[in-house]
């Protein structure tokens, strides 16, 4: 049965292909860099902060997706995997 709402579940096939081609739009703009550059710290404060967060974030993470490791593993533009049965 079909339901009204278009609910997804747990992740969005929709919210992931617009997050995806809104980010694919933004790095073929070549505005990258400068974006990079605007969000370096602004005082040696600002830099110890963002450091801090980054570490905080790390103790917390469980660790790279293994798959990042296997390009087979990762979805690509015009490329279809093969679902397990």
């Given at each position: 049965m079909e339901r009204k709402?278009?609910?997804?579940?747990?992740?969005?096939?929709?919210?992931?292909?617009?997050?995806n081609e809104r980010t694919k739009k933004f790095v073929d703009s070549g505005k990258v860099d400068d974006a990079a550059r605007k969000a370096e710290p602004k005082s040696d404060q600002e830099k110890h902060a963002m450091q801090k967060a980054?570490?905080?974030?790390?103790?917390?993470?469980?660790?790279e997706d293994p798959a990042l490791d296997d390009p087979q593993k990762v979805p690509h533009e015009g490329h279809h995997h093969k679902q397990p049965k």
């Open positions: 709402d278009k609910v997804e579940g747990e992740g969005s096939y929709t919210g992931s292909k617009d997050y980054e570490r905080v974030g790390r103790e917390r993470a469980k660790g």
